[in-house]
């Protein structure tokens, strides 16, 4: 029989559990690399973090003015509910700043009139001293007043960045087990984390930049009006052609920036995986690191032509921006030339008035960029804001009856449940009665709603569609979610590897990391069979599992099994689930948990579920449930199971003669 045909050598009809697809051959040139030369954008998915990147640059003028207001309000309001008096002095200090440019303009057109009143004589020089003092001490106000926002602004930034990552975690951490399960609100969670928390940061910074450049515009406007109106008109004719260079030189950044952060996604890949620790030794083995290698200087080739033709398209931008800007800036001095021949303006204030343009084309240019940033930034702290609310809704049960310390019988009655996003149901129409002093089974092929259903009697889930799960004829959905959570001690196949001590990687059960039952601990080791691995540590309790950290030792996945059962039954909770709990341990180690949990150490009020592959493990247990597509096909113990002749006798059996075989051979 070709292997091509049937890998198992038997007929795929004695196979139990669902029939496998046929695969056709595959092509003989490998698709998965990245080999076109098209544009390099169109190779990967949009990164989660990519949703907004550019929002600014996408809407037009009067879209990024509609919004700032808005912005800059919400930002506020989040300064202000976090620490009030910081905030009122950055507003105060930056409308002082302000006002001390304008001053200062003001006074050096004073310092000008002295200088200019009869020629530049050493008499005239003398008597605009005071003038030029009083300009002195504007500018030191001005940048002490600075100095003060600075400090107001280095106590409230990092306080908004805390609070905000203090209530997302808050918020994520206690979300409903089935929603983390949901893919889209993981991306939704990392956007928040990686980005909106980020940008919270930074933003109260921009927004202060903003206003510093709306109120400096503001300023020297006010002055140039004083001066005289006509100046006004002059000043648009000035700096909006410079606004409008800075506008069109943001957005052309923006979309270069887009390419070439593309290609970086891709870069990244490769260098991740040349430097991954996990990667490694299979990398090595396959001597792959040539054909990685290859693909990432191709990579870095294209980036660097990226980085020449942005370069490139930046100094024309910026040339084409100097000479409109220039044009606009020729014309006004032109006419400010002719306002002086004409004699409608002072000379002095002439001087003022070329002082206060140069200053309102710097704020306006400043404003710009600014306004961009917010404007995007803004994006993902709203986005941020608004996860947060979903969560709010996502919360599990905050109110109800505490569960109770001991549960004598779990109830499932015609329970059906659906992942989100998901249109078949993980199980449907389950029943079944648990007791207290039991230890059952739940058997079944990959996906067929095992570790479902445990979790639903673990009230980890909600059951949907009118059934209900009852704790000694208590409805789940009655009961205090998190305190019904706290009695259920979960050991499952992928354990948590807590970079903590080896006693706090137990005590973290019980929800803390500071205190211990010592010999609660110790007998969840030796239990366990992690006696063996603690005791053979540096330090033994107090040695750091994480190999992150300096003086850490790292662990083989068979030591975490343990680590994981031993944190499992230092919980001492009515129920006790073991999901897959040995499937990395080596034969004798996984005999001698089972001896300790399942056989030696009964528990009159405790319920054992277990969830595993190895049916030999199963022999024992006083029940045996078998999941075949979200429902129960068959039920009773091992023997009632055997004599049925159903699936589960031909699992059994299956495996069983592999041994059987195995132990031929080598006989």
Known sequence: MSGLDDADGL?????????????????????????????????????????YDGAAAKATVRQLLARLPRIVRRIGRLAWNTDRPAT????????????????????????????????????????????????VGFLATRALLEAGVAVAQARVTPKIRAALETEFLTLTAHVRLEIVDDADWHDEAYRANDRGLFYARQIVSQVVSLAAALLGLVGTAGVLGVLHPALLPLLLLSVLPVGAAAVRSARARFHSFKRWNALQRRVRVFSWLLLERDAAAELRSDTAQGALLEEHHRLTTRIAEEDTRL???????????????????????????????????????????????????????RLVDVSHLVYEHAMWVDDLLAFQERCRALQPRRSGLPAPGTVRTITLDDVTFTYPGKDTPALNGISMTLHAGQTVAFVGVNGSGKSTCARLLAGLYEP???????WDGVNVLDLDAESLQARVGCVLQDPVRFPFSALANLTVSRGTLTEADPRRALEAARASGAEQVIAALPGGWEALLSKRFRGGHELSAGQ??????????????????????????????EHAVYEAVLRDNPRSDQITVLISHRLASVVSCDRVFVFDGGRVIESGTHQELMNLGGEYAAMFTLQADGYRAEAGETA
Request: hydrophobic share 50%.
């Open 560 to 589: 975490w099994a343990k680590i994981a059962v031993a944190r499992g039954l230092y919980k001492n909770a009515p129920v006790l689930l073991l999901d897959e709990p040995t499937a990395s341990m080596d034969p004798r180690a």
């Open 464 to 470: 949907q569609e009118g059934g209900t799960v009852t």
């Open 11 to 51: 007929p795929p009809a004695s196979l139990p559990g669902p029939r496998r697809a046929r695969l056709p051959l595959p092509s003989a040139v490998v698709p998965g690399g990245p080999q076109h030369d098209g544009d390099i954008t169109d190779g990967l998915e949009e990164a989660y973090w990519s949703v």
């Open 311 to 365: 370069g490139v398209s930046s100094a024309k931008l910026s040339l084409a921006g100097r000479a409109v800007g220039g044009i606009g800036t020729g014309t006004t001095y032109t006419a400010l030339g002719a306002m002086l021949i004409a004699g409608w303006l002072p000379l002095a204030a002439g001087a003022g008035a070329v002082l206060a343009i140069q200053a309102a084309q710097t704020s306006l240019t």
């Open 88 to 135: 009122l002095a950055v507003v105060l200090l930056q409308l002082a700043s302000a006002a001390m440019t304008a001053f200062g303009l003001m006074a050096s057109v004073a310092v000008l009139r002295e200088l200019f009143a009869e020629g530049p004589t050493p008499d005239r020089v003398r008597a605009a001293v005071p003038q030029l003092l009083v300009v």
